[in-house]
Each structure stands twice: as C-alpha cells, then as structure tokens.
C-alpha cells in the first residue's frame, strides 16, 4: 500500500552538533505518516502530474500538517518552515502551490480523505502493517 519516498534514508543521528534541524518533530511526522501508509495512501487519491514542475499533493499536505504542528499561521509561514527542512525533504511545496492543493479539496474529496486516514488509523490500531 505504501511506497516509502527515501528522504529519510539520509537521515543520521550524531552528536557533533553538525547539520542541525530546528523543528526536529516535523522529521517525526513526516517518518511516521510515510511509516504507517498513510503518505502513500493519500497520494493514491489524486491523479500523477503531467510535468516536472507538479507536487504531490500527498506530500503538500503532509507538509503543511506538520508546518502548522511546528507553529505556522499561514501559508507563508508553512512555507518558511518547510524551507528550513530543505535537506532533508526537497524544495517545499511554495504557499502558492499549497494553496492551490487546498482550493482542489472539495466535498467528495474531503470524504476520500476522511476515508483513507479512517482505514490507515484502523490499521494502526490493529497492527495491520502498511
């Protein structure tokens, strides 16, 4: 069900105080969203790009979901956040990218949405491996 990205593959603990991330939890986040199926589940819900410049609209979500987590009050700010984690997810997703992934969320696809993370979460709980 779930297709892991590879970002966290880069990952690596030290303690030399080198290549620090402010707003660690936002890794956490990211990792247990793609380690529990629920990133790729998401991403099943919309069609692929047709062009290089497309972004998963999975990926915009995810990342916003931890933007606000780590204290984002607007797309602007979601987007400075994300900046910050460049390294270790890619580019972020610009406010004007996530605002039109937010603008695509219509009802039925609120419900599809609301679906997939009710499946996921019962999977979690049953211990149902993605």
């Known amino acids: 069900m779930s297709e892991r990205t590879g970002w966290d593959r880069r990952l690596s603990v030290s303690a030399d105080g080198k290549g620090l991330v402010g707003h660690a939890g936002a890794v956490l986040l990211h990792k247990i969203a793609d ?8 991403g099943q819900l919309w069609p692929d790009g047709q062009h290089a410049s497309w972004r998963d609209r999975a990926h915009v979500l995810i990342s916003l979901a931890a933007a606000i987590v780590c204290g ?4 602007l700010e979601a987007e400075r956040l994300q900046a910050h984690q460049a390294a270790l997810f890619g580019t972020a997703p610009s406010d004007s990218t996530t605002r039109r992934a937010l603008a695509g969320l219509d009802e039925p696809m609120l419900a599809r949405i609301a679906k997939t993370r009710a499946q996921v979460r019962r999977q979690v709980w049953q211990g149902v491996p993605p």
Request: net charge positive.
């Open 35 to 42: 380690r529990v199926g629920l990133t790729g589940a998401l």
């Open 72 to 75: 984002a009050r607007s797309l």
